[in-house]
């Protein structure tokens, strides 16, 4: 059955090659034997072939199940983004992670989003920290933006200015030094709001200087400069 499946894949023909594999399959059960790996790695290609996403993902589960290796549960969790299934796309790459196979920074990036998008940012940020220490992940402004941005989330507004003020400083980035002035005035920081709003000013407000003199204004009210806060609105 597997020989004339594996024809009948070469062919194209992958209605015919899956019903070889599924007699193959039976023929086995019924006789107390284990199917063998490459049986399933077989009917994975001909159903993806055939554009059956949910049958690919049931032979990848097999597959990840039986011989668990990284290129399944990472095949797996793509099949499950493309139908549309994050949470068990992120399921599955969450136990990739955990068995220390997500090593590649865009690996770790993809992972990091998804907890965000599934609304667990502090998981996030902990793929982030550990990537970057590990150097798995670059430290670099970008990178240091979506730390801040999962700690905010996560409503870890301390670290969140830490990571959002690195990345700020590595980037030159006006915009990036509204962020920071917004959370400093959030947490009533005033003092660092103005120094992080007169920054970003310097740098040309980012297309948003409207917003970092509001910023601006308000922590100097905070302060109780009432003339410097005047000028700033």
Same mark, same amino acid.
């Given at each position: 059955?597997?020989?004339?499946?594996?024809?009948?894949?070469?062919?194209?023909?992958?209605?015919?090659?899956?019903?070889?594999?599924?007699?193959?399959? #039976?023929?086995?059960?019924?006789?107390?034997?284990?199917?063998?790996?490459?049986? !399933?790695?077989?009917?994975?290609?001909?159903?993806?072939? @055939?554009?059956?996403?949910?049958?690919?993902?049931?032979?990848? /589960?097999?597959?990840?199940?039986?011989?668990?290796? @990284?290129? !399944?549960?990472?095949?797996?969790?793509?099949?499950?983004?493309?139908?549309?299934?994050?949470?068990?796309? +992120?399921? *599955?790459?969450?136990?990739?992670?955990?068995?220390?196979?997500? *090593?590649?920074?865009?690996?770790? +990036?993809?992972?990091?989003?998804?907890?965000?998008?599934?609304?667990?940012?502090?998981?996030?940020?902990?793929?982030?920290?550990?990537?970057?220490?590990?150097?798995?992940?670059? *430290?670099? #402004?970008?990178?240091?933006?979506?730390?801040? #941005?999962?700690?905010?989330?996560?409503?870890?507004?301390?670290?969140?200015?830490?990571?959002?003020?690195?990345?700020?400083?590595?980037?030159? $980035?006006?915009? &990036?030094?509204?962020?920071?002035?917004? +959370?400093?005035?959030? /947490?009533?920081?005033?003092? /660092?709001?103005?120094?992080? &709003?007169?920054?970003?000013? $310097?740098?040309?407000?980012?297309?948003?200087? $409207?917003?970092?003199?509001?910023?601006?204004?308000?922590? +100097? !009210?905070?302060?109780?400069? !009432?003339?410097?806060?005047?000028?700033?609105?």
């Amino acid at each position: 059955h597997i020989l004339l499946a594996q024809a009948r894949y070469q062919l194209g023909q992958y209605d015919a090659a899956l019903q070889g594999i599924g007699r193959a399959l #039976a023929g086995a059960r019924s006789r107390g034997q284990q199917p063998r790996e490459n049986w !399933y790695l077989l009917q994975r290609m001909a159903s993806f072939a @055939k554009g059956d996403l949910a049958a690919t993902a049931a032979t990848l /589960e097999v597959l990840a199940g039986r011989w668990p290796r @990284k290129d !399944y549960f990472v095949q797996l969790a793509g099949i499950f983004g493309e139908l549309g299934e994050p949470v068990r796309e +992120l399921g *599955t790459l969450e136990a990739a992670y955990r068995s220390g196979w997500l *090593t590649a920074e865009r690996e770790l +990036l993809n992972l990091a989003y998804l907890y965000i998008d599934n609304g667990t940012p502090m998981r996030a940020a902990h793929v982030l920290e550990r990537g970057m220490q590990q150097r798995q992940v670059e *430290t670099n #402004a970008r990178n240091l933006e979506l730390l801040g #941005a999962a700690l905010r989330e996560a409503r870890e507004n301390g670290r969140a200015v830490e990571a959002l003020t690195r990345a700020a400083m590595l980037g030159s $980035d006006a915009q &990036a030094w509204l962020r920071v002035a917004s +959370l400093e005035l959030e /947490e009533n920081a005033n003092e /660092e709001a103005v120094a992080a &709003a007169h920054k970003a000013l $310097d740098l040309g407000g980012g297309g948003r200087p $409207d917003s970092v003199q509001i910023v601006l204004g308000v922590a +100097l !009210y905070n302060l109780g400069r !009432y003339v410097d806060a005047r000028s700033a609105f």
